[in-house]
């Protein structure tokens, strides 16, 4: 397998991989930006999470946009409904992430982690970085390369710890100055960019 050269993340790198995601200078990115403008769109017209329809709505739009895997989108806005979570949201209560995360649809539970970062994301980006693949990816691989900080893989999918490892990242390459919110941008876009194509098919 061939080998994957991955740049140390200095601010001009950062920076850099930041515009290209905001500012359309790659037509590959341009249509994440305008799904993340839809994004903001609509929570901003339906801010709270009092009604079921205004929740569905949400939930649709992130699950059309991101693939997130909601196959009973309704079954999960009933639950986010039922946990009343608009002060936590504002609160930046970690343990919320997995409380959405957690659903039984048809008698089964199911985990939908990646989705429940992005809704809490969504509402608060200041307190909620996301997860997914690409971010798992690419935070695996500088470690890998630079041990920037000790971490099991599947501690990756525990919140608290996900932030941690986040503020470690920030830390150790000094990057303290960028918000949750871009250095997520940067970890996609790069990641996007960088990894193989038949690891973006899994």
Not at 47 to 75: A, H, M, Q
Not at 109 to 123: I, L, P, Q, R, W
């Amino acid at each position: 397998m061939k080998l994957i050269t991955i740049q140390k993340p200095t601010k001009e790198l950062v920076k850099n991989y930041i515009n290209k995601f905001l500012e359309n200078s790659d037509d590959k990115f341009r249509h994440y930006q305008y799904q993340e403008k839809a994004v903001i769109k609509i929570k901003d017209e339906f801010p709270n999470n009092k009604e079921i329809i205004d929740i569905l709505l949400k939930v649709g739009i992130l699950n059309s946009f991101y693939s997130t895997n909601i196959f009973k989108p309704f079954s999960v806005a009933e639950r986010i409904l039922n946990l009343d979570i608009d002060r936590r949201l504002e609160e930046g209560d970690e343990s919320l992430v997995k409380e959405i995360a957690d659903n039984k649809i048809a008698g089964k539970n199911k985990n939908f982690y990646s989705f429940a970062t992005k809704y809490c994301n969504m509402h608060n980006p200041k307190d909620y970085p996301i997860y997914d693949s690409y971010i798992k990816w690419i935070l695996k691989l500088y470690n890998k390369q630079y041990n920037f900080y000790k971490f099991k893989n599947d501690e990756l999918k525990d919140y608290k710890k996900f932030k941690e490892i986040l503020k470690k990242f920030k830390e150790f390459f000094g990057l303290e100055d960028f918000s949750f919110k871009e250095i997520d941008q940067f970890l996609w876009t790069y990641a996007k960019e960088i990894r193989p194509i038949k690891l973006n098919k899994t």
